[in-house]
């Protein structure tokens, strides 16, 4: 399951170059890393432009982030990528850059919407939105944790994305769909309101999905609409993003809390609107009895 390093160094420059092409990493922007065993990892150095990476320019640490070898310094947000390979052993490649149209939701902090394009559905699934720390410091790396075991692509608060996969193409290539979704999907919101496909029609995406391999936490959660409210709401983290931009479609259940959870939200919603029932009645009758 371990990359052979020689291969691994030419396939980080390969990425590294269809990054900068693609404007993904302006100027010295972006990391890459490659796991070649269980506590070694090959990765992108500090300071070199994405596009002009030569495979002699990468160096390999150790899970906690100490150099092993390489002549340039490695990459300042390493942590990023280790508490990824900690939390999940079968990861091969992690890739962090700055999309410019996927970072543009990060943001703004907007959700990113469900149930619209089939390519998203199958190969991406829900993408969440971690909340923002400094960059290169640990706490900013353990702000994937939350969403690492449920997701392969993730945005970063006001920073940018990474990507996680068994191999480092496949990140790459999410990251390309991330990317082009939300241009899609600014691209429409100029056009009129965005048309969500239906549960049944997502329910049969998710089984596909299901027969290529690809796991999704919507597939593990009891009574969960497939299309509602972000499934990352509550129980993930205390940051939350917002949906204003594009508002899902009402359905009658919600996929809040992890996958195997029990909900505890419905009591309690509706509590809140029995409490504001009573409130809106006794309001019209004191209202009546001034007349």
């Not at 010295?28 to 495979?55: E, M, Q, W, Y």
Request: hydrophobic share 40%; net charge negative; aromatic share 8%.
């Amino acid at each position: 399951m371990f990359a052979n390093e020689w291969q691994a160094r030419k396939d980080i420059c390969e990425v590294g170059r269809r990054l900068y092409d693609k404007g993904f990493a302006a100027a010295n922007d972006g990391n890459i890393s490659v796991r070649l065993a269980p506590d070694r990892i090959l990765c992108t150095p500090t300071g070199v432009s994405k596009g002009f990476l030569k495979p002699d320019d990468l160096g390999i640490v150790d899970l906690e982030g100490k150099q092993i070898s390489g002549t340039k310094k490695r990459t300042s947000e390493i942590l990023l990528h280790l508490s990824v390979y900690k939390a999940r052993p079968d990861i091969g490649g992690v890739l962090h850059c700055h999309p410019p149209h996927a970072t543009a939701f990060a943001m703004v902090h907007e959700t990113i919407p469900k149930c619209v394009l089939p390519e998203v559905e199958v190969f991406l699934g829900e993408v969440p939105i971690a909340r923002y720390e400094t960059p290169g410091t640990q706490i900013f790396a353990d702000t994937v944790l939350p969403y690492v075991h449920n997701c392969n692509t993730m945005l970063l608060a006001n920073h940018g994305s990474v990507a996680f996969s068994q191999n480092i193409m496949t990140a790459y290539f999410n990251t390309e769909i991330i990317d082009a979704y939300c241009r899609m999907l600014i691209l429409a919101k100029q056009l009129g309101p965005v048309q969500y496909l239906n549960e049944k029609q997502v329910g049969e995406l998710l089984q596909f999905k299901k027969r290529l391999g690809i796991d999704d936490p919507r597939l593990h959660m009891e009574d969960c609409d497939l299309c509602g409210n972000s499934l990352f709401r509550e129980g993930y983290d205390a940051f939350t993003t917002k949906s204003a931009a594009f508002v899902p479609p009402q359905t009658e259940n919600s996929c809040a809390g992890k996958p195997g959870a029990k909900k505890e939200t419905e009591t309690a919603s509706s509590d809140d609107m029995e409490a504001l029932v009573q409130t809106i009645t006794a309001q019209v009758l004191a209202a009546l009895g001034q007349k």
